[in-house]
Structure formats: structure tokens, C-alpha cells
């Protein structure tokens, strides 16, 4: 962005000012014993103490965390990480007073996913979580990240 300021200000003819825009990359993560199960039963699921994980104690299972990053944030990568790679996840949102949800990544667990629909960050209209999907018996979730970026 170039800043034009009218000649003579300052006691100069002619002042121009060049305005950096700047990025950051910031990172969120959670360990899987954050995740709170769903479906069947949110009782049969443990979270380990020890090392943070979330364990299914029956089929079936959709552990899930909201997710808070700051508006306008642009989402670059998203990954949840767990037991069995052949499941899968997925990071969603929801417009805020309704149902109406949409999903912005989704992979198998383990795998990151680089290419996120609607990436920026509205939070006066959406809401934000990861869900794993299908986690069976013995099945653990070990933790999610998520890569984003600020424009200052």
C-alpha cells in the first residue's frame, strides 16, 4: 500500500510513504484428551492423564473440540493425529443461530490437509470444530493442529 501526502507537507515537495504489510504464521493445537466423545455413549471414553490422549471404549465414536482462532485468521493447514489412519476428520463450521454447517478440511487421521475451503476466519457469523470420525474400540486420538496466518 502506498500512503500519497499532498506536497509541500512538512516543508517537502514531495513525501511518500510505503506501508509494509506483514504476515505471521501461529499455530493451535490440543492433545486428544481435550476432545470430548460423542455418539454412542460420552461415557464410554477415557482420557489419559499420562500423555493426553482420548481412548473410545466402543464403536463408533465422534470425539470433538471447538476451535477459537482469532478473527480474520486465514486457515493454511489442518491436521488430527490418532491410533488408526485409516479414520477420518474433519474441520467444520456453523453459522452462529443455526445448523446450517459447512466443512473446510478433511483427511484421513494423520494426514495434514493443505487445502482449506473458506480459509478466513469469520467468527461474527461462524462457529469452528474438528471432529474425528467413526473411532472404534481401543482407537486413540492423540491431538490436532492447525496452521493459520495474521496479516497485521
Known amino acids: 500500500m502506498v500512503l500519497d501526502l499532498p506536497g509541500g507537507l512538512f516543508g517537502q515537495d514531495d513525501v511518500r510513504e510505503t506501508i509494509l504489510e506483514r504476515t505471521e504464521t501461529k499455530f ?3 492433545t486428544g484428551g481435550s476432545m470430548v466423545g460423542m455418539r454412542p455413549d ?3 471414553c477415557t482420557r489419559d492423564n499420562n500423555d493426553g490422549d482420548w481412548s473410545s471404549q466402543a464403536d463408533n465414536h465422534f470425539p470433538q473440540i471447538g476451535v477459537n482462532l ?3 485468521a486465514i486457515v493454511t493447514a489442518c ?3 490418532g491410533s488408526n489412519g485409516a479414520k477420518s476428520w474433519v474441520f467444520r463450521r456453523v453459522v452462529i443461530g443455526s445448523k446450517t454447517a459447512s466443512t ?3 483427511a484421513n487421521l494423520n494426514t495434514e490437509d493443505t487445502s482449506i475451503t473458506n480459509a478466513t476466519i469469520d467468527n461474527s457469523t461462524y462457529g469452528y ?3 474425528a470420525q467413526n473411532i472404534d474400540t481401543g482407537e ?3 491431538g490436532a493442529r ?3 496466518t495474521i496479516v497485521n
Open 129 to 131: 470444530w474438528l471432529i
Open 104 to 106: 473446510l478440511a478433511a
Open 140 to 142: 486413540e486420538i492423540y
Open 70 to 72: 482469532p478473527h480474520g
Open 28 to 30: 493451535w493445537s490440543c
Open 146 to 148: 492447525i496452521i493459520y
Open 42 to 44: 460420552i461415557d464410554d
Open 79 to 81: 491436521i488430527v493425529t
